[in-house]
């Protein structure tokens, strides 16, 4: 997510592919370096849709399908 | 006499205008530049930018969060995300119920309150600022702000509110308002079961009961 603009796509590839996994890696930690947040929407087995914050990329699960970047909470106007 | 004055003028004059044309000169540089500055604005400005990025923002929502919470945003224009979500197993949480619970409103404070009483807790006024540029810029599309909202309580519910400005109800968001759309939320979750009950009388008997948490 990016303020102005909405979704853009950063990086997409298989992480079992070694070359895709050294180019998310860089697209990952690139985007955390920029201060932003990032989430995996997920699914638990009784359907309730979830969010996961996550801080390394050895923390996103091998079978996520997506990670949403978005700029870190901050307080708001008081 | 005349023509001495007349000589002395021509003089003056030229004079005059030898000291004033780096001055012109300046100032028609200017105006160059700034009507290069508005073409250039101009040929950038796409006035359905914001629209698009709004619209993808409410696929993105709608692809991330469940039918029910779709809905409510979609129909209501806010989002209804019960405490304690991560922390809490979904089984334990339909025994014990919820003690409280937050509204989320694009671009507002996020309002915490008692879902049985409609006691109004507090607002937590948080934003997301673009920090890759230090000169400041847009804010989210209204969907992503919502998004970024739920998905920061769902996975962090504890470091999103330490992040935000805590105040009493009523600093941001007229409580008289929240009271409203906490009503217009039952009625809202009230249509829905019963559209939900007569669509099930026109099935034959389901496999298992709805999920009420989800």
Not at chain 1, 40 to 47: E, M
Not at chain 2, 48 to 53: F, T, V
Not at chain 2, 109 to 126: D, F, S
Request: glycine share 8%; hydrophobic share 40%.
């Amino acid at each position: 997510m990016r303020p102005g603009h909405g979704e853009q796509l950063i990086a997409e590839g298989d992480p079992s592919v070694a070359e895709d996994e050294e180019r998310l890696v860089e697209a990952f930690r690139r985007q955390l370096d920029e201060g932003m947040w990032a989430a995996i929407p997920t699914t638990s087995r009784g359907g309730r849709r979830q969010a996961e914050l996550v801080r390394a990329f050895e923390d996103v699960p091998r079978d996520a399908e997506r990670v949403i970047f978005f700029p870190r909470a901050a307080g708001g106007a008081a | 006499m005349a023509v001495a004055l007349c000589a002395t003028s021509l003089v003056v004059l030229a004079l005059l205008w030898e000291v004033s044309l780096p001055f012109w000169d300046r100032k028609l540089e200017e105006r160059r530049a700034r009507k290069a500055a508005r073409e250039a604005a101009g040929a950038d400005y796409d006035p359905g930018r914001e629209r698009r990025a709004e619209q993808r923002a409410r696929e993105l929502l709608k692809s991330c969060v469940n039918d029910e919470e779709w809905g409510m945003y979609r129909d209501l224009g806010f989002l209804r995300v019960w405490g304690g979500s991560a922390e809490v197993p979904d089984e334990a949480r339909e025994l014990r119920g919820v003690p409280y619970a937050y509204l989320i409103y694009p671009h507002k404070p996020i309002v915490a309150y008692l879902p049985q009483t409609g006691r109004l807790l507090n607002e937590y006024c948080v934003e997301f600022p673009d920090e890759t540029r230090p000169y400041g810029s847009p804010r989210l599309p209204d969907s992503d702000d919502v998004l970024a909202k739920w998905m920061a309580l769902k996975g962090d519910e504890r470091r999103l509110i330490n992040e935000a400005n805590m105040h009493l109800p009523g600093r941001q968001i007229d409580p008289r308002q929240v009271q409203r759309d906490l009503w217009r939320l039952g009625q809202w979750e009230r249509e829905r079961l019963a559209r939900a009950n007569q669509a099930a009388k026109g099935r034959p008997r389901a496999a298992g009961p709805a999920d009420p948490t989800s």
